[in-house]
């Protein structure tokens, strides 16, 4: 199994260095931790994860994150989510933007949740139901997040990655680590970067949630669907 000291050492040959120094090594760790987190940013996530949550009566709000009231990663968006009841029966929840959040006039009342607002704080997450709960229920999640950085060199990509990044992961390093050492890159090597992040885009698109259609396009004197006029 590939380690992220295999990953430096790799990226470290496509721009001429053969036998990273120590402190080469630890910038390089940097640089590769920096690297695959933005990787989360740009939702090059191989599969969404799920988590469970469990709501009760006292509040229409909740954290996520480790320190949160769920004691896992902070994610950076939510894609779905439905309740699960005393009765095991399941409810969706639909996720509303924070324009549909802020119209809803009252916030306060008790009712079983049919939507949630997700707020992207750090360190906690938020996710604001649009009701208080009325019964304890348990939340279940499908979250996009960061990817887990490597603790050390030694740590295995089995952890973060499948196999099939350690492409991507050993030639976009080398372009960032030919910048980080002053070191010239070749043209092959960057333009294989971009091809494999790509590819890596497109075989990650499937797990994006398909973007609303909007419907208040209003051009010249047509007839406006939203305004009715």
Known sequence: MATAGNIISAASLKINVESPTTAQQATALTSLNNMIQFWGV?????????ESLSIGTSTSTYTLASAGD??????NAILKCFLNDSDGYDWPVDIMSSDEYNRMSYKSYSARPTKLYFLPEFPLAKVVFNSI???????Y???????????????????????????????NLAVSLGEDWDRKVSPTVIARAQETKAALDAMNAANRPV???????NIGSTYNITTDM
């Open 141 to 171: 999640f499908e979250l996009q997040k960061e990817f887990a950085a490597f603790a050390s060199t030694t740590s295995t990509i089995g952890a973060t990655f499948p196999n099939s990044y350690l492409e991507a992961l050993v030639y």
């Open 70 to 75: 769920s004691a896992a990663m902070r994610p």
């Open 211 to 217: 973007a609303k259609a909007r419907f208040d396009m």
């Open 42 to 50: 740009e939702k090059l996530n191989f599969a969404p994860t799920s």
């Open 133 to 139: 709960p009325d019964a304890a229920y348990t939340a």
